[in-house]
């Protein structure tokens, strides 16, 4: 992971992008300054609280992820480039816009050199073109490919990363042109998951992802892809258990990335219902649920520690925590209900993490609360609000109320509180930095969570503290007084702890 902190001022995302006059070469446009960036600029501001972040020990952990410098990817010979391990060092970014302004081009681009910053690359520069289609052979046109070459030779690049999802036969043909590895954004976002993944359950849902990627891109060059075996494979009598008459390498790797991928599906089917066991308790003692929702780095994690002191790992980069965490918290008038923090989204997620992260994303669907955070200081906020709720479409969750939370309020100006009110009136403006708005949020999701709504007045004795304790976990006690026989209650409860308070009812009354 490399941290805008290791890095001078002038040496953040921006700057590598952005290579000077000097180093331009013809033809090709670079991203302008003043655009986007999906990382934060001022490293100071990503600094974490340790008084509501926690201690944070995961992070050299983390860091020790850092890719190692001076493995090249280079390709002398491009039958190589099939089974190499992805590693970036030293990138040139391309793209296509069909439509949108420059600017929205130029946003993109800048996501995908945080997304590559975030992988561990060095991004040396980019270059966009303007085409109605991309061409249908080498992505950006014969003679841009021809030209894009030159730039990789004279920049020292190892490797291409295309802002889009290349068919595999572009790919193909856009590494014979440049000689050296082209991935997409697929590809990178897959590598960060992989990464970024702890959880066994998120190690086998990020490996079912990329399987689901490579299976259609393996590739076949020359003899090695080509040999045929008999039935006696080797002499050794092996032929019929390692490898079918007749058979090529290649259709070889495709049966066992077919058998692994069963074996994976097999495994995160076994792991749902440990979780829904957990679901199902929460719902049998009716403790409501709120998921926190939102584009990655829009500072979902630093929200969840702010309300929860929950300690999960806060960093400025893009797709720092992918596991769901869950904590509970309880409102002003001592309701319990749980936060969820969620993986992140991003435009054109790739839809092989959607399918495998379902089960994940099925805290968002049985949520009863939504809070949707968005950054405020991000240049494009609209286009993160679209992206995030074509995703909770996606999972089913359109119906649950929803909270817009307008994140990093620090950062965000006068002027531009403005026209963040215009995309959403009501959104909430806070700042898990600073703690600015945290109340008026905490009071929206109590409003909006589910209420108790049986008024019963109770006398329990005062041998059962358990039922006391029940209906302040999972009620709402309205009024409490002792008496000679025991405690007397009134308070609010829900249908489905109704009955277990039935032998105790003084007077039971209509719904408030």
Avoid: C
């Amino acid at each position: 992971m490399i941290e805008p902190t290791e890095h001078d001022n002038d040496d953040d995302v921006v700057a590598r992008v952005l290579a000077s006059a000097e180093s331009k070469a013809a033809g090709y446009s670079l991203f302008r300054s003043g655009s986007a960036q999906a990382l934060q600029a001022d490293s100071s501001t990503a600094e974490s609280d340790e008084g509501h972040d926690g201690a944070q020990q995961d992070r050299e952990d983390r860091n020790a992820l850092r890719r190692v410098p001076s493995l090249s990817t280079e390709l002398e010979d491009v039958t190589e480039v099939e089974y190499r391990q992805l590693r970036l060092e030293n990138v040139v970014l391309i793209g296509l816009y069909t439509q949108g302004t420059v600017a929205d081009a130029e946003n993109s681009m800048r996501e995908l050199a945080a997304l590559a910053e975030t992988a561990g690359a060095t991004v040396l520069d980019g270059l966009m073109q303007r085409r109605a289609k991309p061409d249908a052979s080498t992505y950006l046109g014969k003679g841009k490919a021809e030209e894009l070459a030159g730039i990789v030779k004279a920049m020292g690049a190892d490797t291409v990363i295309a802002d889009t999802e290349l068919a595999p036969s572009q790919r193909r043909a856009l590494e014979d042109v440049v000689k050296v590895k082209v991935i997409d954004r697929t590809a990178v976002i897959l590598d960060i998951f992989s990464q970024h993944a702890k959880s066994r359950e998120g190690k086998a849902q990020v490996e079912l992802a990329q399987l689901e990627y490579l299976l259609p891109r393996l590739r076949g060059w020359g003899d090695s892809m080509s040999r045929q075996a008999g039935g006696q494979v080797g002499g050794a009598g092996a032929g019929m258990g390692s490898r079918g008459p007749g058979e090529t390498k290649i259709e070889l790797d495709r049966r066992r990335i077919h058998t692994r991928m069963s074996r994976l599906r097999k495994q995160i089917l076994e792991m749902k219902p440990a979780r829904e066991a957990k679901r199902a308790n929460r719902k049998r003692n009716s403790v409501p649920s709120v998921a926190i929702v939102g584009y990655t780095n829009a500072g979902k994690s630093s929200l969840l520690n702010r309300i929860t002191r929950a300690g999960v790992l806060v960093e400025n980069s893009l797709f720092a925590t992918l596991d769901a965490t869950v904590r509970k918290s309880t409102t002003a008038d001592g309701r319990l209900y749980t936060l969820t923090d969620t993986v992140g989204f991003v435009r054109n997620l790739p839809h092989q993490l959607v399918e495998a992260f379902r089960s994940t994303l099925e805290e968002v669907a049985d949520a009863d609360v939504i809070v949707h955070v968005v950054d405020g200081s991000h240049p494009d906020p609209a286009s993160q609000l679209s992206t995030v709720r074509e995703v909770i479409g996606e999972v089913g969750a359109r119906d649950i109320p929803e909270i817009v939370v307008f994140n990093k309020a620090d950062l965000v100006g006068e002027d531009d509180r403005l026209v963040l009110r215009g995309l959403w009136p009501q959104g909430i403006f806070v700042s898990a930095r600073t703690g600015e708005g945290i109340e008026e949020l905490l009071a929206a999701v109590s409003e909006l969570l589910p209420r108790p709504k049986i008024e019963l007045r109770l006398l329990i004795p005062y041998e059962r503290g358990d039922l006391i304790a029940a209906l302040h976990d999972q009620g709402q006690v309205l009024s409490t007084d002792y008496v000679e026989t025991g405690t007397e209650v009134t308070a609010l409860v829900t249908p489905d702890i109704q009955a277990q308070f039935g032998p105790f009812i003084v007077r039971p009354s209509v719904s408030a």
